[in-house]
Antibody, heavy 118, light 109 residues
C-alpha cells in the first residue's frame, strides 16, 4: 500500500527555521516525484515545488522560489520542505504528494499544519 | 500563469441527483493535462480524474470527466452521501506552472 506520512503539526515564531518531512512507503521512492502543496483559506491550493528523489532534480513555482527549499534523502525514503526564516504568512496546511510525471498527484500525505505566530 | 475558474462556487443537491461541475481555463490546457480532486473536511485531497477523463485507481464509475482546450467538466452521475465534499480542478503547463481552481463545494440540499 502506497503511503506518505508527514511529520506532525508545528507552532513557530516569526524568524525561526523549520523543516517538515514526508516519508514514502509501499512503492519505489526513487522513481516518483514528490511535490509540496500549500493550502490556506484565502488562496486555496498552491503548487510549491517538486523533487525527483532519484537524482534530486528540483523544480519550484516562481511564487515559492527562494522562499523554501525542497530536498530528499532517498536512503530513508523521505522528502523535506524547509524554511530558513518563517513569516506569519507561512501559516498553512502543507501537503506532500506523489507524482509519476509531475502533471498530477496520485497519492497525498495527511498534511502538516504549520502555525507561525509571535 | 493559467487561471482556473470553477463554477458554481457551491452546488446544493440531494443524494441520487446528478452533479455537473465546471472548470474553465484562462488559456488552453495542452494535452488534456487536467485533473480533478475531491477533498473532504479534515482530509487531504484525493485524485479522481487525470488526463481530463481517466478515472484514478479505485474511483467509482459514477465519476466522469470530460472536456478539452479551456472547458472541462466533472460529472457525478448519482450522488452518494460520501460524495458531498469540495472538488478542485488542476492544470499542468509544465512543471513549475501548475495551478488549481478555487474549488466547488457540493453540499446536501
Amino acid at each position: 500500500e502506497v503511503q506518505l506520512v508527514q511529520s506532525g503539526a508545528e507552532v513557530k515564531k516569526p524568524g525561526e527555521s523549520l523543516k517538515i518531512s514526508c516519508k514514502g512507503s509501499g512503492y519505489s521512492f526513487n522513481t516518483y516525484w514528490i511535490g509540496w502543496v500549500r493550502q490556506t483559506p484565502g488562496k486555496g491550493l498552491e503548487w510549491m515545488g517538486i523533487i525527483y528523489p532519484g537524482d534530486s532534480d528540483t523544480r519550484y513555482s516562481p511564487s515559492f522560489q527562494g522562499q523554501v527549499t525542497i530536498s530528499a534523502d532517498k536512503s530513508i525514503s523521505t522528502a523535506y520542505l524547509q524554511w530558513s526564516s518563517l513569516k506569519a504568512s507561512d501559516t498553512a496546511m502543507y501537503y506532500c504528494a506523489r507524482s509519476y510525471d509531475t502533471s498530477y498527484f496520485d497519492y497525498w500525505g495527511q498534511g502538516t499544519l504549520v502555525t507561525v505566530s509571535s | 500563469e493559467i487561471v482556473l475558474t470553477q463554477s458554481p462556487g457551491t452546488l446544493s443537491l440531494s443524494p441520487g441527483e446528478r452533479a455537473t461541475l465546471s472548470c474553465r481555463a484562462s488559456q488552453s490546457v495542452s494535452g488534456s493535462y487536467l485533473a480533478w480532486y475531491q477533498q473532504k473536511r479534515g482530509q487531504a485531497p484525493r485524485l479522481l480524474i487525470y488526463g481530463a477523463s481517466s478515472r484514478a485507481t479505485g474511483i467509482p464509475d459514477r465519476f466522469s470527466g470530460s472536456g478539452s482546450g479551456t472547458d472541462f467538466t466533472l460529472t457525478i452521475s448519482r450522488l452518494e452521501p460520501e460524495d458531498f465534499a469540495v472538488y478542485y480542478c488542476q492544470q499542468f503547463l509544465g512543471s513549475s506552472r501548475v495551478t488549481f481552481g478555487q474549488g466547488t463545494k457540493v453540499e446536501i440540499k
